[in-house]
C-alpha cells in the first residue's frame, strides 16, 4: 500500500505473461490502437497519446525537452517533491525557472499562477503536479487550466499518480500536456509512461530546439499516424499487453465508479487513522484519493511504523519523502484495492502502534472504516 | 524469429507475472545487485552497469547525452541502419559529426578510425555497432578498441542486439560504454536497457554540458552506491523480475556454452539457406550470432516471403529496412532458440518459397541444417 508501484490485477500479471509478439506484426498494431484509445477514455482527451517505454519521470522530461527551447521562461508550482522535480528538470534544460513553492502539504493558490502569468508574459509554460504523490494534496488542475487557456503558456501536468484515481479531464480542463505512468492508478507494472498533447501543445513542438531523440514527440506522431501505426523504438510489448488487460478492467467498472471506489477508500482510510487518534498531514481534501499522508505520532518515528508494518505485518507502505522524512508515513490506496486492504492496513497499523508502544484503541481505527463502507454501501 | 523482441522462456514470463513488489523495499535491493552482478559476467566487466526503463536506443541516447558537450567532434562508424542512429542521435544532440559510411553488408575496417583518429586529434568519442541488426554484420570491437584506447576519445560501442550472442569483451576489449537491451539475447521483453561506464567514460561524464535528466548516469550511480542501493526512478520492477531468471539461465548454460549455440544455429541457418539456392546478403561471418540476412531471389520480393512466413506459416522473421526493404529478408537467431527453431523455420521457408512460385528442392535447406547440427553435437 506504497503510493506505487501499486498492486497489479492476476489477470494483468497473467497478460504480461503472454508469448512474446513482434512489435512490427499486424497484431501489435491492432492491440496499440486499442489501448491508446483506452488510455483517451481515462486521459479524458481526444488529443493523440504518445507512449513510452520509460518510467513516469522520462514523460516528464518529454514535456520539457519537446515544449521548450533553451532560455525559455516557466513556471513550476510546486507543492512537494514532484513538484521540485518539474523545476529540476526545466533547470538540467537551460530554461528560466519561476518557482511558486508552497509549505508541503498545502495546496497550490490558482490565484498566484494568474499574477504570475500577469506579471511576466513571457513565461513560456506552467508546470504543475496533479496529485503530489509526496504528500498526499490534489490541486486544482480545472481553475488553473481555466486560468493559463487565457494566455499563449503551455499548461503541462503530472497526472503521474493521480490519473485514474481522482478526476482529471484532459481536455474540458485546458491541460496541454498530460503526463501518466502505468504503475498507478492504471494497474499495470511499472515501465510504461504516456503524455497527452493539445493541438496548442503542437505548435510549441514545433519551434521547440532543445535537444530530443528517444522522447522526440513528433517521431512518435509521425510513426503513430503511418498506414500501419507503430512506434519509432522497440516498446515494452509485456506491459503493454498488461495494460491492455487493465485498461478494459477500468473500462468495464467506468471512470465514474473507479472514482467512487477510490473516494470511499481514501475517506475510510483517513476516518480510521483518526479514529486511531493520529492526524493527517496537510489539507484534508476529499478529492484526494491516491495518498493519505499521517504525522508521526510524538513518541514514534514514521520510519519506525513504515518498518514494522514491512516486517512484522508483511504490509508495504511508505514514509516521508525529503524533509519530512521521518515525521509522516503514507498509506497508498491509488489503483486496485477494495474495502478489505483498507480494513487490512488499519488493522496492521492498530497492531504496529501498540507493538511501538504507543497507546491505541485497537479496532478503533477498523471501526470507523467500517462505517465508511458501510454509508457508501 | 526476428531480430527481437525474441522469445521469452516460459520461466521468465511466469516470473514476471510475480506479484508486485516495492522498489524501495529491502527485497527489490537484493534482486537488483543481484541482477547487476549477473549483467556484469555477461557484459565481461567489472564496470558499474546503469540500467533504465527504456528501450536501447534510450540507453544509445544517454551514451551521448552523458559522455559528450553541445559542438564536441565525434566519430561514427556505420554500416546499417542502426550505425545511422548513432549519427542521428549525436546530431540532436549537437554534436559534430565525422561520419565513416560502410556499404551496408560489409564491415568497418578498423584502420579507417585510427587513420580518422590520427587525422582529427579533437574527436572525443567514437562510436560504432557491434551487431548490426539490419545487415546481420558483426564488427571487429576488439581491434577497435585497441585503436581507440591509444587516443583519449571513449569508446561507445552499441551491443543491443549482439550481446549475450556474439563474443562482446567489453573490459578486455577496450569498450567505455556498451549499450545493451534486455529483448534479444537477454530472452527478457523490452523494456529495460543498460550501459556499463568505464574510468575513461566517468571522467567524460564529469565535464558533460548536455542537458540529461532521466538518462543522467551521475543520479544513477549514486543511487546505486548508498547504502541501500536504489535507482533514481521507478524501475520496471515485472521486467526486471523476468530478467533476473533469464540471466541465472546464461549462467547455468554459461556464456561459453550459449555462444556456441548460437554459432551453430547461425551456420545452420546459413546452411540451409544456401542449399535452398539462395544467396546471403552481405559478408559472411563465423561470429555473427544474431541475424541471418538473406537476398530475396530475383523472381519474389523479400516481403512477399516474410509476409507469407507469417501469414501461412505462423513464423515472424523481418523484412529489410531503409533502402535494403524488398530486397532482403531477415532471420533472428539470438536467444532462447534451440535447433528444431532453425529446422522449424527452414522447413516454413521451403514451403513459402514453393508457394510463392520460386522453384526449390524441398527439404534440402532442412537436410543441410542437420548435417551441420550433427557435425556439432
Not at 487557456?149 to 485546458?174: C, H
Not at 514545433?206 to 499516424?225: G, I, M, N, Q, V
Request: hydrophobic share 45%; charged share 20%; with cysteine.
Amino acid at each position: 500500500m506504497t503510493p506505487g508501484p501499486t498492486p497489479v490485477p492476476p489477470e494483468v500479471l497473467l497478460a504480461q505473461a503472454s508469448p512474446m509478439i513482434h512489435h512490427r506484426a499486424p497484431i501489435y498494431t491492432e492491440i496499440i490502437l486499442e489501448v491508446l484509445e483506452d488510455l483517451k477514455y481515462v486521459f479524458q482527451t481526444k488529443n493523440d497519446i504518445i507512449m513510452f517505454a520509460s518510467s513516469g519521470t522520462g514523460a516528464m522530461e518529454s514535456a520539457v525537452a519537446n515544449c521548450f527551447s533553451a532560455g525559455d521562461k516557466v513556471l513550476v508550482v510546486s507543492i512537494g517533491n514532484f513538484g521540485a522535480r518539474w523545476a529540476k528538470i526545466s533547470e538540467a534544460y537551460g530554461l528560466n525557472v519561476t518557482l511558486l513553492d508552497y509549505e508541503w502539504g498545502t495546496k497550490a493558490d490558482p490565484a498566484d499562477i494568474e499574477k504570475a502569468l500577469a506579471a511576466d508574459p513571457d513565461l513560456k509554460g506552467v508546470l504543475v503536479t496533479h496529485s503530489e504523490t509526496s504528500t498526499g494534496v490534489v490541486n486544482d488542475i480545472e481553475t488553473m487550466g481555466a486560468i493559463v487557456a487565457k494566455t499563449p503558456a503551455i499548461f503541462i501536468v503530472d497526472a503521474i499518480s493521480g490519473l485514474g484515481a481522482s478526476d482529471m479531464q484532459t481536455d474540458n480542463w485546458n491541460v496541454d500536456v498530460c503526463v501518466a505512468g502505468s504503475q498507478k492508478a492504471l494497474m499495470t507494472p511499472p515501465g510504461l509512461a504516456f503524455a497527452s498533447v493539445s493541438d496548442k501543445a503542437w505548435q510549441a513542438v514545433e519551434t521547440s530546439t532543445l535537444p530530443k531523440f528517444y522522447f522526440d514527440y513528433k517521431k512518435s506522431r509521425d510513426a503513430l499516424h503511418k498506414a500501419e501505426p507503430q512506434s519509432p523504438f522497440t516498446p515494452a510489448v509485456s506491459t503493454i499487453l498488461g495494460l491492455a488487460v487493465a485498461l478494459k478492467m477500468i473500462r468495464e467498472e467506468t471512470l465514474e465508479n473507479v472514482f467512487a471506489r477510490h473516494h470511499v477508500n481514501a475517506a475510510a482510510t483517513r476516518a480510521g487513522v483518526k479514529a486511531l487518534g493520529l492526524e493527517l498531514f496537510g489539507t484534508e481534501d476529499p478529492n484526494a484519493h491516491s495518498v493519505t499522508a499521517v504525522k508521526a505520532p510524538g513518541d514514534v518515528d514514521g520510519q519506525a511504523i513504515v518498518k514494522s508494518l514491512r516486517v512484522k505485518y508483511g504490509i508495504t507502505t511508505a514514509g516521508g519523502q525529503g524533509k519530512i522524512k521521518g515525521k509522516i508515513f503514507r498509506i497508498g490506496h491509488c489503483g486496485y484495492y477494495d474495502k478489505f486492504d483498507i480494513l487490512s492496513l488499519l488493522a496492521g497499523l492498530e497492531m504496529a502502534l501498540v507493538g511501538l508502544g504507543h497507546e491505541v484503541t485497537a479496532g478503533a481505527g477498523v471501526a470507523a472504516a467500517e462505517q465508511v463502507f458501510e454509508a457508501n454501501s
